[in-house]
Antibody
Framework: EVQLVESGGGLVKPGGSLRVSCVASGFTFSYYNMNWVRQAPGKGLEWVSSISGSSNYIYYADSVKGRFTISRDNAQNSLYLQMNSLRGEDSAVYYC????????????????WGQGTMVTVSS | DIQMTQSPSSLSASVGDRVSITCRAS??????LNWYQQKPGKAPKLLIY???SLQSGVPSRFSGSGSGTDFTLTISSLQPEDFATYYC?????????FGHGTKVEIK
């Protein structure tokens, strides 16, 4: 089955750190760019970060630049987001999302999503 | 960054109604516009990519149109399972930005 499964969310204090993970199955993980997209409670969607298949190209939203680090392990079909210096406004469901393959679905189009993992930043 | 403005922010409609949602980009994005559907407690689902291409498995009552800065998602005959929030998103340039969403509710 083609799927993405996130884990690692939880409650963390302001200023703390957390790493969330996403495991992919059912497709050639290394072929695809991958993304993290978040959604604060009751709010809309916000793209957070993306990484190319070979990890050569990495991008971040201004709101997390310098605090979050995206990485991947293609041998383990896994995507990670290391979050440091967490703030209350980082509280959200974090989704991993697969990028389009650029042959049929353009890059920057999120054609597959995980179920999300909740991160709560609170004292 | 490219700003995406959706309207309306919410609407009430009945089963069988034709529904249209619009999305406007703050600068031209050619046809690099996608539409997603999200139901409560669930992940978003890609409906339409490249402004008008239907994602595999999505019912044909969904359609998309537009280019440049103005785009429309149309549901030709609203079904009970279509009550959800819909988001547009531009894939023209980084950072990828979303509209604020349109909630489609039952009248």
């Amino acid at each position: 089955e083609v799927q993405l499964v996130e884990s690692g969310g939880g409650l963390v204090k302001p200023g703390g750190s957390l790493r969330v993970s996403c495991v992919a199955s059912g497709f050639t993980f290394s072929y695809y760019n991958m993304n993290w997209v978040r959604q604060a409670p009751g709010k809309g969607l916000e793209w957070v970060s993306s990484i190319s298949g070979s990890s050569n190209y990495i991008y971040y939203a201004d709101s997390v630049k310098g605090r979050f680090t995206i990485s991947r392990d293609n041998a383990q079909n896994s995507l990670y987001l290391q979050m440091n210096s967490l703030r209350g406004e980082d509280s959200a469901v974090y989704y991993c999302a697969r990028d389009g393959d650029s042959k049929v679905i353009p890059e920057g189009t999120f054609d597959m999503w995980g179920q999300g993992t909740m991160v709560t930043v609170s004292s | 960054d490219i700003q995406m403005t959706q309207s309306p922010s919410s609407l009430s409609a009945s089963v069988g109604d034709r529904v249209s949602i619009t999305c406007r980009a703050s600068q031209t994005i050619s046809r690099y516009l996608n539409w997603y559907q999200q139901k409560p407690g669930k992940a978003p689902k890609l409906l339409i990519y490249a402004a008008s291409s239907l994602q595999s498995g999505v019912p044909s009552r969904f359609s998309g149109s537009g280019s440049g800065t103005d785009f429309t998602l149309t549901i030709s005959s609203l079904q009970p399972e279509d009550f959800a929030t819909y988001y547009c998103q531009q894939s023209f340039s980084a950072p990828r930005t979303f509209g604020h969403g349109t909630k489609v509710e039952i009248k």
